[in-house]
């Protein structure tokens, strides 16, 4: 222990605070405490301290356990030690009991907030910014922006954007973020250039600080493009943010996720790289729930791409409980790759996702399955798709294949009429889809059906000449007298004078092929006639007559056909060609000359046979064919004259 007094030791303390170095005030508050353990002054500084030092667990038990500071009020301090231990309802409680003051209400504010609850943050704000006006006011109106963003873009309430001052990087960060939330593009752009700018500007003289703070713009940026369909310099964006490893570890994580959203199903070894970051337990603890589902989704996602079948479905499994409308479709995705559908249809079933996207999904099993009917009735639950024309022709065709074109039609019908009562569809379309409903009653006849459907059209407008023409069709199926009734409603048709009806006539029936006849005129035929009576008779071609086997047996065919040609009884073999042993052996030898050969080769042969061999000979000598070479002749050259 130091021989200074506690006044000289508060006098140090409370210098090392103004120049922010709480570590060396730390022990000299703990000296003051071990000569006075009452002390008031010196109890807060070590509060102060502690938290300062971000040592919130042990400021608390600190507080918690100290009978002089159980009775004084720090419900603030309390508060916000269990805020940052992530123990916020207890925060909550401890506000509650405390005075209310600007940073009572700041606190709560950032509580409610880290809660996802936006709506009553937005509120606190508001407040605040309406009735208090200090130091904070620039930071109390970036969470005001934050608090809106974020009931935007993860809970789709987008509140009215309140105007607030443009003045920081992170309030025109903070209003881009809203603007991408609500879908207006253009103002997020200028929000973030705007936001780049500023930052620039704001941190010159210090690239690495530059860096950090510029990189949630950078991602936000990519985002922007990400949306608007520009992926390649999206995907620019998020590598060069990866790359400087400056930002903090959330923005990190939706870099490293929004890039495996760009690789889909390709660049698998990439995209397990980057889910590595994103998917880190440290990082998850800083996210909101939205993002770390959202990234537990593409986790299940690569597992299934990469064909990790069994991690697949432990993390759908893990998956079951979270809010994301999408998690039944991952657990049926294994079954149907399996085409086990009805396994499939049973946890789609079971999840009663209210999901559009889900619930399509069953009809598409329901499809495959061919239960026609169970189908129709899950699209036909779908209130959004009840009056469109899409889902109306999806919903006739099931039913056609289910219960039959009668009931078919009556749906069609009631379908139309529900169309024309929303109001929401012209005349013009409407009477459209009653042409294709007649069309339809026509084909599967229903001629009484299509002529009432037609008749309304009629009436409603007389000019239409295609609905008169199909109501003369229905009539004439099942009532002739007024099908002649309603011809005699057809207007008249002026035949231009350049048309001839002659010519027409000849070829009505007949559009192309041999069947078109061809118009002929009179001097033509004359002519025609003419040239025949010396025309030729044209030349039949001669019949060669077929080829029969050589030996034919009378009464058959050969009984010998199946026997090889050289077996047959009747087989001659062909005379050998004399050349055919030239080219075998060595040149100027061949076959026929061997025994010469023999004859003439004395090297191994003993004396007694080389004498008679000498002696000679009555019988002629075989004669040896010079073998010619195949080498041609060198042609003479040709005398020329003389060059010099």
Known sequence: MSGKTAEQLFTQIKKFGQEGLFEKALPLVIEILKKDPKDIDALKCKIVCL????????????????????????????????????????AIVELNNAEPSPKVDDLLAQIYYKLENYE??????????????????????????????????????????ISVRDSTYELCYNAACYDLASGDFDSTESNLEKAEKLCRQEFEDDDVEVKSELAPIQVMKGLHLQRLGKEKEALELYNLVLKEKLADSQTMAVAAN???CINKDQNMFDSRKKMKIASNDSVNKKLVSYQTNTIAFNSCLLSFYTNQLEQFKNKSAQLKSSENPLVPLLLATSYVRDKNYDLALKILNEGNSPDKIVRL????????????????????????????PAAIGLVASLILLSAGEQNAAEYLTTAINNMRNSQKYSDEKINTWMMECSKFELAYDMPQKAAETLEYLVKDNPSNIKALALLIQSYSLFDA??????????????????IDLDNLEMGVGV????????????????????????????????????????????????????????????????????NEAIGKGSQGLSAVNKAAEATLDMSDKPKKIVEEDTKPSTQA????????SSKPKPKAKKKGKGKW
């Not at 598409?364 to 009056?387: G, P, Q, R, W």
């Not at 007298?481 to 350049?498: F, G, Q, R, T, Y």
């Not at 009179?522 to 001669?542: D, G, L």
Request: hydrophobic share 30%; glycine share 2%.
């Open 51 to 90: 938290l300062k030092l971000d040592k919130c667990k042990e400021a608390y038990h600190f507080m918690t356990t100290d009978k002089e500071l159980q009775n004084l009020p720090l419900w603030h301090e309390r508060a916000y030690c269990l805020y940052r231990m992530n123990r916020l309802d207890e």
């Open 120 to 161: 009553k943050s937005v509120d606190i704000y508001k407040a605040l910014i309406k009735n208090t006006l200090d130091s904070n006011s620039n930071e109390r109106e970036s969470n005001l922006a934050a608090a809106m963003a974020s009931l935007a873009a993860f809970h789709s309430n987008a509140v009215k954007w």
């Open 258 to 260: 929004n890039i495996i």
């Open 361 to 388: 999904t069953i009809a598409e099993l329901l499809k495959k399955c061919s239960m026609f009917d169970e189908c129709a009735h899950t699209i036909k639950k779908e209130s959004s798709l009840s009056d469109r």
């Open 481 to 498: 007298p007024k099908a002649h009734e309603v011809a005699l409603l057809l207007p008249d048709i002026e035949i231009p004078s350049s």
């Open 511 to 578: 559009t192309s092929g041999r069947g078109l006849r061809k118009v002929i005129k009179p001097e033509e035929e004359k002519i025609n006639e003419a040239n025949r009576k010396f025309e030729t008779k044209e030349q039949r071609r001669k019949k060669k007559k077929p080829k029969l086997p050589k030996v034919l047996v009378e009464g058959g065919p050969d009984p010998e056909r199946w026997i090889p040609k050289q077996e047959r009884t009747y087989y001659r073999k062909k005379k050998r060609n004399r």
């Open 621 to 628: 000598a075989p004669t040896v064919n010079k073998q010619q």
